[in-house]
C-alpha cells in the first residue's frame, strides 16, 4: 500500500476541559465494527462508562472507553498544520490581566 | 431563543432571519435571507475568566487552561467555520477579552464573512476595546449580569462587577456597539429582574435575554437553586407583560429566553388569553418555524481545545475535535447515533414529552436536563411548567394543526 500524503502528528496531550477526556468507541451489534462516537469527560474510566452508558447504552453492544490524551494521532490534515504557517503557537493572554485578574475599575 | 417582542410586539430585529424566517418584509437589515441551515458556533477562546461564577456552564477559572488555540490555530479554525457556512461566530469564554488577540480574531472573522457576536462579562470593556471591536466589524456585546449590585456581586464571585459591568454597557453603547443583557434567572435573583431591566434601559439598553438555569458545568452543581415550575412560569408572564409595558409607552425593547422552550408553548397559550385565538396562531407558526430547542442543529459549540458540543452547557461530552476533524465534517456525521437520535428526536420522547401537543414547536425542550435529572436522555424536561390541559389541549382549546381561523 503506498501512503497518499505524509501524515503528521496531531496534539492530544490537552484533552480535558478540564476534566480528563475519554474517546468512546461503540459496537452497537454484534458483528458490526466499531467506531469513533466522541468523547466524554470523566475523572476516571469507570465514570467514563457510566456517563458514555447514559449516552449510547441503549444501543450498544461494546463500549470501549480510551484516555483521550493516550491516543496517538497522525493525519494528513489538521488544525495545527493548517496554522503551521502562521507562526507562533502559544496561546494569547492579555498583558494586563496576566497575574492577578480583577475587575478593572474605569 | 424566543423574542417576546417579536412575538407578542411585532417588533423587527436582526436575528428574526435566524430564528423565525422572517426575514423577508422586516424593516431591519437581516442575517441571513434565508432560514438558517447551519448552526451558530458558540467558542470558548479561553477557559481563563478575572470573575468565578457559581453558575459558569464552562467551569471557567483564574487560571488560564492548557489547550487553548494559538493565533494561527485560532484562524484555521475560523477558516473551518466559514468553509462550513456558518452564519455566526460567538466569542464566548472564560472571558474573552482576557485574550490579547480578541481584536484580531474578530476582524478575521469578519472577513471571513462569519458575524462576528460577544458574550462577556463586561467588566474589562474599556472604551478603547469597545471601539476596536466596532472597527473591526463586532457586529453584537451580550453583557452578563445576574440581579442587583449585591446579588450580582455575590453570584459573580467579585465586588464591584455590577458596576463595572453597568461602565461595559456604557462603553459599548458609546461606541455605538449592539449591546444586550445576558441574565440568568434562579431563585436567587428572580426578585431583581424588573429593577434591573429599569436599571438598564436607563442607560440606553434595549435588549434583554433571559437564559434560564442548564445544568452544565457549575450549573448542575446549583441546580437547586434552580426556580420551581411555578416560580418559572410566573417569571416568564412577568417577563411578557414587562414587555408589554414597555412597548405600550413606547419603549420598543427586545425581549427573550433561552433556555426553556416550554416558554415556546406557554407564549402560545398566553396570546391566546390576552389577544385571541388569531394572534396565538400567528404565534404558534412563528415558533414552528424557528423549531424549538436548537440542541445539536441549531446551536454549537466549541471549548478552548476544540471539543465539538451540542450546545455550550453540554460540556460533558464532545462529538469530536477540531484539531482531528474538521468543524462541518464533525456536524454533519449523522453515523454518531446520538446526534442521530437528537436530530430526530420524536421519535424517541417519553412521558409527558412524548405525547405533548406542543412537541412540533418546543421538541421536548433540554435534553440535558433530563439526563442530568433521570440520567434518561429521553425523560420529560424536569422544568416543563405546562399543565396538563395545556399539554393536551383540553381547557381553552388547540390551535395544534391550524385550526384557529
Known amino acids: 500500500m503506498v501512503e497518499k500524503e505524509h501524515r503528521t502528528p496531531i496534539e492530544s496531550g490537552n484533552r480535558g476541559n478540564p476534566t480528563p477526556q475519554w474517546e468512546l468507541f461503540v459496537r452497537q451489534e454484534a458483528g458490526e465494527p466499531m467506531y469513533h462516537v466522541g468523547s466524554v469527560a470523566a475523572a476516571s474510566g469507570a465514570e467514563a462508562h457510566e456517563h458514555a452508558s447514559r449516552l449510547f447504552g441503549r444501543d450498544a453492544v461494546d463500549i470501549w472507553c480510551c484516555p483521550a490524551a493516550e491516543v496517538d494521532r497522525y493525519s494528513v490534515r489538521g488544525l495545527a498544520s493548517d496554522a503551521d504557517d502562521r507562526g507562533s503557537d502559544e496561546p494569547h493572554i492579555d498583558e494586563e490581566t496576566a497575574d492577578t485578574p480583577r475587575v478593572r475599575e474605569s | ?405
Open chain 2, 1 to 405: 431563543m424566543i423574542s417576546i417582542s417579536k412575538l407578542l410586539c411585532d417588533l423587527d430585529a436582526e436575528g428574526d432571519g435566524l430564528r423565525y424566517d422572517a426575514a423577508e418584509g422586516s424593516s431591519k437589515p437581516q442575517i441571513t435571507e434565508e432560514k438558517q441551515r447551519r448552526p451558530v458556533v458558540v467558542w470558548n477562546t479561553t477557559r481563563r475568566c478575572n470573575l468565578y461564577c457559581s453558575h459558569c456552564y464552562a467551569g471557567a477559572d483564574l487560571e488560564a487552561g492548557a489547550g487553548e488555540f494559538s493565533t494561527a490555530e485560532a484562524k484555521a479554525f475560523l477558516e473551518q467555520l466559514a468553509d462550513y457556512g456558518a452564519p455566526v461566530i460567538l466569542f464566548s469564554g472564560g472571558e474573552p477579552l482576557v485574550r490579547d488577540d480578541l481584536v484580531e480574531l474578530v476582524d478575521y472573522a469578519a472577513d471571513l464573512g462569519l458575524r462576528p457576536v460577544l458574550s462577556s462579562n463586561g467588566t474589562l470593556i474599556t472604551p478603547e476595546k469597545a471601539a476596536a471591536l466596532r472597527d473591526v466589524g463586532l457586529k453584537y456585546a451580550g453583557i452578563s449580569v445576574d440581579g442587583l449590585p449585591e446579588r450580582n456581586d455575590e453570584f459573580r464571585g467579585e465586588e464591584g462587577a455590577f458596576d463595572a459591568a453597568v461602565r461595559g454597557i456604557e462603553n459599548c453603547l458609546d461606541a455605538g456597539l449592539k449591546t444586550g443583557l445576558r441574565y440568568t434567572i434562579t431563585e436567587a435573583n428572580a426578585a431583581d429582574l424588573e429593577a434591573v431591566v429599569e436599571l438598564l434601559a436607563d442607560v440606553g439598553l434595549d435588549r434583554f435575554c433571559f437564559y434560564h438555569l442548564d445544568y452544565g458545568g457549575r450549573g448542575a452543581d446549583i441546580a437547586d437553586l434552580d426556580l420551581s415550575a411555578t416560580e418559572k412560569r410566573a417569571a416568564v408572564e412577568r417577563l411578557c407583560e414587562l414587555t408589554l409595558e414597555y412597548h405600550d409607552r413606547g419603549e420598543e425593547i427586545e425581549t427573550l429566553l433561552v433556555g426553556n422552550y416550554a416558554d415556546a408553548a406557554f407564549l402560545v397559550e398566553y396570546a391566546r388569553e390576552t389577544f385571541g385565538e388569531a394572534k396565538a396562531q400567528v404565534v404558534y407558526d412563528h415558533l414552528e418555524r424557528n423549531g424549538g430547542d436548537p440542541t445539536g442543529e441549531r446551536v454549537a459549540d466549541v471549548d478552548y481545545e476544540g471539543n465539538v458540543h451540542l450546545t455550550q452547557f453540554w460540556q460533558g461530552y464532545s462529538l469530536g475535535n477540531v484539531r482531528d476533524r474538521p468543524f462541518g465534517e464533525i456536524w454533519e456525521d449523522e453515523s454518531n447515533p446520538l446526534l442521530g437520535a437528537l436530530r430526530n428526536r420524536e421519535e424517541h420522547l417519553t412521558g409527558r414529552c412524548g405525547d405533548c401537543q406542543y412537541q412540533s414547536i418546543c421538541r421536548g425542550g433540554s435534553r440535558l436536563r433530563a439526563l442530568a435529572d433521570t440520567g434518561d436522555l429521553f425523560a420529560p424536561d424536569p422544568q416543563c411548567y405546562l399543565t396538563d390541559d395545556e399539554r393536551r389541549g383540553d381547557g381553552a382549546g388547540s390551535i395544534v394543526g391550524g385550526t384557529a381561523d
